[in-house]
């Protein structure tokens, strides 16, 4: 069974930093690729980042090209998003999963979802 744990959010106020991270018990974690999510009140999740299985940027949402980073370390089974100059529209409850895909157009793998990490930004 898959096991994600994201921890990192909290409250921040607009143009802060915050770095969230991905906890994954998966036994082949190095073979994926990582995405984060975000899902806000009232809208559907939306995939923001995705990185390779080495660790490669493979897309970002628009909202957050030039703020946002993502990147992972297998040896700990973890991946990162380091989020700057953060934006009142960046709030949002934010996951991490295995997915599939290409380009721009990314799903998760499967129905594995920790139970994230809210961010807040306030203006």
């Known amino acids: 069974q898959v096991q994600l744990v994201e921890s990192g959010g909290g409250l921040v106020q607009a143009g802060g930093s915050l770095r969230l991270s991905c906890a994954a018990s998966?036994?082949?974690?190095?073979?994926?690729?990582m995405g984060w999510f975000r899902q806000a009140p009232g809208k559907e999740r939306e995939v923001v980042a995705v990185?390779?299985?080495?660790?490669?940027?493979?897309y970002y949402v628009d909202s957050v090209k030039g703020r946002f980073t993502g990147s992972r370390d297998n040896a700990k089974n973890a991946v990162y998003l380091q989020m700057n100059s953060l934006k009142p529209e960046d709030t949002a409850h934010y996951y991490c999963?295995?997915?599939?895909?290409?380009?721009?157009?990314?799903?998760?793998?499967?129905?594995?979802w920790g139970q994230g990490t809210q961010v807040t930004v306030s203006s």
């Open positions: 999963a295995r997915v599939v895909g290409h380009g721009s157009s990314w799903r998760p793998l499967s129905d594995d």
């Open positions: 998966i036994g082949t974690f190095g073979s994926y690729p």
């Open positions: 990185i390779s299985w080495s660790g490669i940027s493979l």
